[in-house]
Nanobody, 124 residues
Framework: VQLQASGGGSVQAGGSLRLSCAAS????????MGWFRQAPGKEREFVAA????????NYADSVKGRFTISRDNAKGTTLLQMNSLKPEDSAVYLC??????????????????WGQGTQVTVSS
């Protein structure tokens, strides 16, 4: 699966951004999709993931209630709506895909394909 992330930018604390990940490939609708983020000098961390059907989602505690992940398999896109942004949300955000027919995972090591990342900067 080939992935292309977009939608990052700069916003003030309390603002919103929507990230999009475009997936292409024969099995793109059969894979769990995830969002991760990586700040300078820090490990890549899990943000959210969604099942291939879109019926199940999992979120990091730090973003629960503020971020929403969704997908449109007909369009091959996965979205991350980010509200009430905080300075600590600043990072490069990357979308990722598991191999087909796998369950949701919060581990970066279980994602096989990665997009190039999009920068999110939240100022106080």
């Amino acid at each position: 699966v080939q992935l292309q992330a977009s939608g990052g930018g700069s916003v003030q604390a309390g603002g919103s951004l929507r990230l999009s990940c475009a997936a292409s490939g024969r099995t793109s609708s059969s894979v769990v999709m995830g969002w991760f983020r990586q700040a300078p000098g820090k490990e890549r961390e899990f943000v959210a993931a969604i099942s291939s059907s879109g019926t199940d989602a999992n979120y990091a505690d730090s973003v629960k209630g503020r971020f929403t992940i969704s997908r449109d398999n007909a369009k091959g896109t996965t979205l991350l709506q980010m509200n009430s942004l905080k300075p600590e949300d600043s990072a490069v955000y990357l979308c990722a895909a598991r191999r087909p027919w796998r369950a949701i995972s919060t581990s970066k090591y279980e994602y096989a394909d990665w997009g190039q990342g999009t920068q999110v900067t939240v100022s106080s």
